[in-house]
């Protein structure tokens, strides 16, 4: 067992804040152990919860979509998010609420160790990138923190519902596009 798969397992157990007693299934992440690129989102939703994997709905199917205009899939990314059970209604998660996921996604990061993370959306740049991060003025921006060059996309949810934001991002997936290539 790898120390990713050994983590996966005492994340299923726990029990460090209130979402574990609404959650169908503890949603780890999904990908290559050895991934050069990470995409993490804020929490799981409605059908994450259920499949107890990250991007499954709608929102899911447009990310896979985004993933092939540049070449990638699943095989090749890790895909995670910040809090790994579903918050109720799917509200942001609350800062304890990521506080007490930290520690599992912290590890996440430090054995799978990619060269670029994507953060989808505000909530997961905000924790990424800056606190005060704007998702629609900073997006597709290259920040660079622990060694790492990281950008937020808007999140898969937001492009499905303002359809006028997908040209700008598919500028921001280009620019992934070429980092990836850079490695």
Avoid at 39 to 68: A, C, N, T, Y
Avoid at 80 to 106: H, I, T
Avoid at 111 to 134: H, Q
Wanted: contains cysteine; proline residues 7%; glycine residues 8%.
């Amino acid at each position: 067992m790898t120390e990713l798969e050994k983590l996966r397992e005492e994340c299923l157990n726990c029990t460090r804040c209130p979402l574990w007693e609404t959650r169908t299934n503890v949603v780890f992440g999904v990908g290559p152990g050895d991934a050069k690129v990470m995409f993490i989102g804020e929490g799981p939703g409605e059908h994450e919860d259920l499949q107890g994997e990250p991007f499954v709905g709608r929102g899911g199917k447009l990310l896979d979509d985004m993933l092939e205009l540049i070449d990638l899939d699943r095989s090749k990314v890790y895909i995670a998010n910040m809090v790994k059970c579903r918050p109720p209604k799917n509200r942001d998660p609350l800062p304890e609420e990521q506080m007490a996921c930290s520690g599992w996604l912290s590890r996440q990061l430090e054995l799978i160790n990619p060269r670029i993370i994507v953060c989808l959306g505000r909530i997961a740049a905000m924790r990424f990138i800056k606190p005060d991060f704007k998702i629609t003025r900073e997006h597709g921006q290259w920040f660079e923190k622990d060694g790492r060059r990281v950008m937020a996309l808007y999140h898969p949810a937001a492009l499905l519902r303002d359809p006028n934001k997908r040209p700008e991002t598919f500028d921001d997936l280009k620019r992934i596009q070429a980092a990836i290539a850079a490695l």
